[in-house]
């Protein structure tokens, strides 16, 4: 056993020529109607799914018939996405504040609290548990996630519709990111978002439940535990948050504990 102070030799550790196990980042320019909006971080591949998510998620565009085109092209060392939207939303996005550098970091990209946190409509009822074989759900991401086989460290999201048999699975370098885009991937599909339910990989944060909360979908999965503040949202906002542990049952959190920060 090498005794502290020695010197110990290890063998030279080279990495793989073509770097074909990492995964892969870029930054995304983002232009809205000529205007530059942000730079974000994300895995090169479905942008068209992330740009649409993403504007849903943020209150950017409300419906995805707002979105007019979406046109991407190589920006060394990245891309840029030229968005087209509507008059009524270009006017709504010059009036709000956003910041011009993004790491796809979820709130910590917003100017303002009230721009991070949004006011909230409580709703009245409960809305139904969009239910899922919990015991199969590990299985089921494993199946799904390409990226992941062949690179590793990506977060995954997906859509599932037991009624239509309806899997629909996203990665990304990012957790926000990759829920960003298997909701516009639902909802550019035209799917209903009550009638099946979404399921993360990742830690589970407040801006997860206000993306999931925002879109109309009732129900989110996440393989590792909410944070104190997400449960709260989700209490608020009346969406189903369940925690599928490892070899464990599934915890609902129960609306009625408060969950003091």
């Known amino acids: 056993m090498p005794v502290m102070g020695n010197k110990v030799n290890l063998p030279a550790q ?8 990492l995964a892969e980042e870029v930054p995304l320019a983002i232009a809205v109607n000529g205007m530059a909006l942000s ?3 994300v895995s ?8 649409t998510g993403h504007f849903l998620t943020e209150g950017i565009v409300k419906s995805v ?4 085109d979406i046109h991407i092209e190589p920006m060394p060392p990245g891309f840029e996405a030229r968005i087209t939207v509507t008059g009524r939303r270009e006017h709504e996005v010059r009036q709000r504040r956003y910041s011009l550098v993004s790491a796809g970091c979820g709130l910590c990209n917003k100017t303002a609290m009230d721009q991070a946190f949004p006011p909230t409509t409580t709703q009245a009822d409960k809305r139904p548990l969009a239910e899922c074989d919990v015991s199969q759900l590990r299985s089921l991401f494993e199946a799904n ?4 086989q062949k690179a590793g ?14 899997v629909l699975c996203s990665e990304d370098i990012g957790r926000h990111n990759a829920l960003d885009k298997v909701i516009g991937k639902a909802l550019r599909a035209g799917l209903q ?3 099946g339910f979404l399921a993360v990989t990742s830690r589970c944060g407040v801006e997860l439940v206000q993306k999931a909360s925002a879109c109309g979908f009732t129900t989110l999965y ?3 535990s909410p944070t104190t503040m997400a449960v709260n949202l989700a209490h608020q906002t009346r969406l189903n948050l369940v925690y599928v542990p490892r070899n464990n049952q599934p915890i609902m959190y129960d609306a009625k504990e408060n969950y003091a920060e």
């Open 145 to 148: 996630q390409t990226y992941n």
């Open 14 to 21: 080279h990495p793989p020529r073509h770097y074909d196990d």
């Open 153 to 166: 460290a990506m977060h995954a999201a997906m859509f599932v519709c037991a009624a239509s048999n309806t």
């Open 44 to 51: 090169p591949f479905d942008f068209d799914d992330f740009i």
């Open 222 to 224: 996440c393989l590792s």
């Open 193 to 195: 978002p009550e009638k």
């Open 39 to 41: 730079v974000m971080m």
């Open 65 to 68: 018939v707002e979105i007019k």
